[in-house]
T-cell receptor
Framework: DTAVSQTPKYLVTQMGNDKSIKCEQN?????MYWYKQDSKKFLKIMFS?????LIINETVPNRFSPKSPDKAHLNLHINSLELGDSAVYFC?????WGTGINEQYFGPGTRLTVT | AQKITQTQPGMFVQEKEAVTLDCTYD???????LFWYKQPSSGEMIFLIY??????QNATEGRYSLNFQKARKSANLVISASQLGDSAMYFC????????????????FGKGTLLTVNP
């Protein structure tokens, strides 16, 4: 069973469109994350949710809107896509702070290409 | 200032030899955690090893060990007996905190080192 899954794996779309990426984890974790990996492989946190509550929003344009319907799901909706949004988006999850080492488990990534 | 610095964009090692991947970090926190992740060409991120700032012994996980030098703020990854399957990007990351602002809920990554294992 996949621990952290993302759909779709590949997403090709045109500028100006709106798209969503879905993430689900079956690890029973409280905390979920979205990271963006750019073309130079640099990984940067975008959002973090703990128990469905947004706790980190790292100066991401408000065209990006995360939504956490429950602890196991964290979706990312992107409005008015721009060329610079092309990247690999990773979802991750971890146990609550203070329980173990809180390593983050990553999904397989979604490669978004905006044309 | 960068919080995580990986000075080696690329490294080469012969199969069966050991290799050290460098990582230095910058934080004023007393409590923090250091992680290494592997990203093969297939793209997934694989957790390898963790070192807590209060851990007195260097972490080890199979062929991976972490050379933690707290005073120098370095957390180098050592891979022993390299295998062809070790060829991948390796990322060092830090989690700071706890403190306000939720910083303990995010990892700050270095730019990575691309390791190539030669047969």
């Amino acid at each position: 069973d996949t621990a952290v899954s993302q759909t779709p794996k590949y997403l090709v779309t045109q500028m100006g469109n709106d798209k969503s990426i879905k993430c689900e984890q079956n690890l029973g974790h409280d905390t979920m994350y979205w990271y963006k990996q750019d073309s130079k492989k640099f990984l940067k946190i975008m959002f973090s949710y703990n128990n469905k509550e947004l706790i980190i929003n790292e100066t991401v344009p408000n065209r990006f809107s995360p939504k956490s319907p429950d602890k196991a799901h964290l979706n990312l909706h992107i409005n008015s896509l721009e060329l610079g949004d092309s990247a690999v988006y990773f979802c991750a999850s971890s146990s609550h702070w203070g329980t173990g080492i809180n390593e983050q488990y990553f999904g397989p990534g979604t490669r978004l290409t905006v044309t | 200032a960068q919080k995580i610095t990986q000075t080696q964009p690329g490294m080469f090692v012969q199969e069966k030899e050991a290799v050290t991947l460098d990582c230095t970090y910058d934080t004023s926190d007393q409590s923090y955690g250091l992680f290494w992740y592997k990203q093969p060409s297939s793209g997934e991120m694989i957790f390898l090893i963790y070192q807590g700032s209060y851990d007195e012994q260097n972490a080890t996980e199979g062929r991976y060990s972490l050379n933690f030098q707290k005073a120098r703020k370095s957390a180098n990854l050592v891979i022993s007996a390299s295998q062809l399957g070790d060829s991948a990007m390796y990322f060092c990351a830090m989690r700071e905190g706890p403190r306000s602002g939720g910083s303990n809920y995010k990892l700050t990554f270095g730019k990575g080192t691309l390791l190539t294992v030669n047969p």
